[in-house]
């Protein structure tokens, strides 16, 4: 057998894994590209769409603009997130309507604790990620590629009519990461606004400041992931950077969006009380102190196996670091039953907003206003108006 013959097999051999013919998933080949010719047909090949943000090279070659990674994706190539590809110089997204995860979820798991609390949002997803969190909670669907998962096709107006059926009040885009299927977002999005019906972007928020303003016109709120406050967390856990993140929530500060910060806090890794203290300094000194600031209970998951689930002595000890930077609404979670969990008007103290895990047992908001002592309490309380497109 000639060298050629023996390289052509590893190829075929390689690209049969990705395409999800071999039943395990290696991480080696996260990052490995294909050419068209050796993988599987796109399950969304009825549905291709061309990337919103991206610009054209030499020899048919591009940049994705979408994210900060700016992947240069080679004719009948992909990117790092595994569902775009070139082809002939015009990118396409490969999970454009294609849906794999659906569910009806209270709005306090994504969580939003100040976003029409008690309400349900018809929760979607697609394949794919641009980061590769080694603590991911949905790994089965983030760092696959479309042609290893089973979906369905739901285009925007299904979608838009299903969550109607379902009387959820918001669309949210989760699980995975929604900022690589961009273009879908935004039409559900948009789509949704002219039915009454918001949108929630749940995001690592590694996403370029173009696009986000771009998005934002039809959102109704995001909620980010601030993985660590340390860029060096961030490439070693989460093949990512801090800086564009920070960004993103500078932006979403800037053009007024409702928004929400959730933090894992993974024993050992971003847990220390410096790095917890200057998190929340900046975030006091940069996006206000009505932001509120989940900090969430870590259980081993997905590559980080080897750690225990955070101490809840150690939750509180941020929650207090928090308070003391001045952050009026401080949450913790994964904690059910847990004081930290509700809602407190920042002047009186009362408890607005009683929860236990997901549910709301009391809430004592009277149009956006503490009913104790007349305060307004930030968030976003009432269904945001229709659009007329």
């Keep these: 057998m000639s060298a050629q013959s023996v390289s052509l097999t590893r190829r075929c051999f390689l690209a049969s894994l990705l395409a999800g013919t071999v039943g395990w998933y290696c991480p080696v080949f996260r990052n490995l590209t294909i050419p068209l010719s050796y993988a ?17 090279l030499e020899d048919q070659k591009i940049e994705c603009t979408v994210c900060p990674k700016k992947c240069r994706v080679a004719d009948l190539e992909r990117g790092y997130c595994g569902n775009k590809e070139n082809r002939g110089g015009i990118y396409y997204s490969l999970v454009y309507s294609r849906v794999c995860s659906q569910h009806l979820d209270p709005i306090e798991k994504k969580p939003l604790f100040h976003y029409l609390p008690g309400s349900t949002a018809y929760s979607i997803a697609t394949a794919g990620c641009n980061f590769e969190c080694r603590f991911c909670q949905n790994w089965q669907i983030a760092q696959y590629r479309p042609e290893q998962i089973e979906s369905i096709d739901l285009p925007p107006a299904a979608l838009v009519e299903q969550a109607t059926r379902k009387q959820a009040a918001t669309i949210a885009y989760t699980y995975s990461e929604p900022v690589v299927f961009y273009e879908y977002m935004y039409d559900c999005a948009r789509q949704g606004r002219t039915r009454g019906i918001g949108s929630v972007m749940i995001s690592n928020g590694f996403i370029n400041e173009e696009p986000l303003v771009h998005l934002c016109r039809y959102l109704t709120a ?4 601030l993985k660590a406050f340390s860029d060096k967390f961030y490439r070693e856990y989460c093949s990512g950077e801090l ?11 800037r053009v007024g969006i409702w928004f929400e910060i959730v933090v894992l806090i993974i024993p050992t890794l971003n847990d220390g009380s410096d790095e917890i203290q200057r998190m929340c300094q900046w975030i006091a000194a940069n996006l206000g102190s009505d932001v509120p600031l989940h900090f969430s209970r870590f259980h081993p998951m997905y590559k980080i196996t080897n750690l225990p689930p955070t101490p809840v002595k150690t939750l509180e000890a941020c929650h207090a670091i928090a308070t003391a930077a001045g952050l009026r609404y401080v949450y913790l ?5 847990h004081p930290a969990e509700s809602t407190y008007c920042p002047g009186c103290k009362k408890v607005l907003i009683k929860r236990m895990g997901y549910a709301i047992l009391e809430n004592k908001l009277k149009q956006g206003m503490c009913s104790f002592c007349g305060r307004p309490i930030a968030g976003v309380w009432e269904q945001p108006a229709k659009l007329n497109l």
């Design 40 to 56: 599987a047909p796109p399950p969304s090949e009825p549905g291709l769409k061309e990337v919103m943000f991206y610009r054209k």
């Design 222 to 225: 995001v909620k980010i992931d």
């Design 243 to 253: 800086e564009p993140v920070l960004h993103t929530l500078t932006v979403l500060k």
């Design 333 to 337: 979670g994964n904690v059910p039953g």
